[in-house]
């Protein structure tokens, strides 16, 4: 059945309905875990006087947002996904963060970066050149429960984790499938990623969308690094984008650790078309005149 999202919303906008939504839930740890209740149960966690009243009420999320069993009342999909964001805070929190010390150089100038956030979206900049490394969203949830030690890392793997979904077909926010792409312009390379269903989409780095790529995973576990260990804002020294054609798109994407270096190909739709792997030599050493000889 599909039902109109203004009807649906309008459906939401009363206290007693959303007190039968947080009574078919039971909060663990800050974890919404659905739950079935009885007629009686649901009525008594109100503050409705009368059962005509409290009926009234429950019928309008009935179908949508609760459904009847032989046991009692549960959420629907819809009525789950609802509590939990609430309980997250998406509709109802605004997070800001003051600026805290980011512990790895600027990718442009090896200088010194912070993050800050306003409104949900946390930025890390650099202090000395001034720039704006990534600016990005993190849900209320996340500011909620981590410490400040722990926020970077989360926020990291947040965006990690997107990016593949989204390179991989399926949107984070929606499950939809995705549109992906290889922009270049002045022979400069950007991925856009974005999801045909609910319209999230990302802008960024061609590198970014291939940091977990199984050939690039192997390559750093093979000379006894993880690439997780590797921030979205600073992946480092080791990787560089060549666009080598505009039409068709194809951009080399070098990732070099230790004395070995992985070349992927990425073609228009952000697949990987072609990897190699090749050992960088070392650089000839000049012969020092034994300072002892006679």
């Not at 190699?276 to 020092?288: L, Q």
């Amino acid at each position: 059945m599909n039902t109109d999202a203004s009807e649906a919303f309008a459906r939401l906008g009363n206290g007693t309905r959303m007190a039968i939504l947080e009574a078919l839930t039971t909060v663990e740890d800050g974890r919404a875990r659905p739950a079935v209740r009885s007629f009686t149960e649901l009525f008594e966690a109100t503050d409705e006087e009368t059962t005509a009243g409290f009926s009234y009420h429950l019928r309008q999320l009935r179908d949508e947002y609760v459904e009847k069993t032989d046991d009692g009342y549960r959420l629907t999909y819809a009525g789950l996904k609802v509590v939990r964001e609430i309980t997250a805070g998406t509709y109802t929190e605004r997070f800001d963060l003051d600026p805290i010390a980011v512990p790895d150089p600027c990718p442009f100038c090896a200088g010194a970066l912070e993050a800050a956030g306003e409104d949900n979206v946390l930025t890390v900049s650099c202090t000395d050149c001034e720039r704006d490394v990534l600016s990005l969203p993190f849900p209320p949830g996340g500011h909620a429960t981590h410490d400040e030690d722990e926020l970077l890392a989360a926020f990291d793997r947040h965006h990690r984790h997107r990016v593949r979904l989204m390179r991989e077909g399926s949107c984070p926010e929606c499950g939809g499938a995705t549109r992906r792409a290889v922009d270049v312009e002045d022979e400069r390379a950007h991925a856009d990623l974005e999801c045909s269903a609910c319209g999230y989409a990302l802008r960024c780095p061609v590198s970014l969308t291939v940091l977990e790529h199984p050939a690039v995973v192997s390559h750093y576990y093979e000379q006894s690094e993880d690439v997780r260990d590797h921030p979205v804002w600073n992946v480092g020294s080791g990787w560089t984008e060549t666009v080598l054609s505009a039409d068709p798109v194809c951009v080399r994407v070098g990732v070099r650790v230790g004395d070995e270096h992985l070349a992927l190909l990425v073609g228009k739709d952000c697949s990987v078309v072609h990897t190699e792997r090749t050992t960088v030599e070392p650089p000839e050493r000049e012969e020092v005149p034994d300072a002892t000889a006679a």
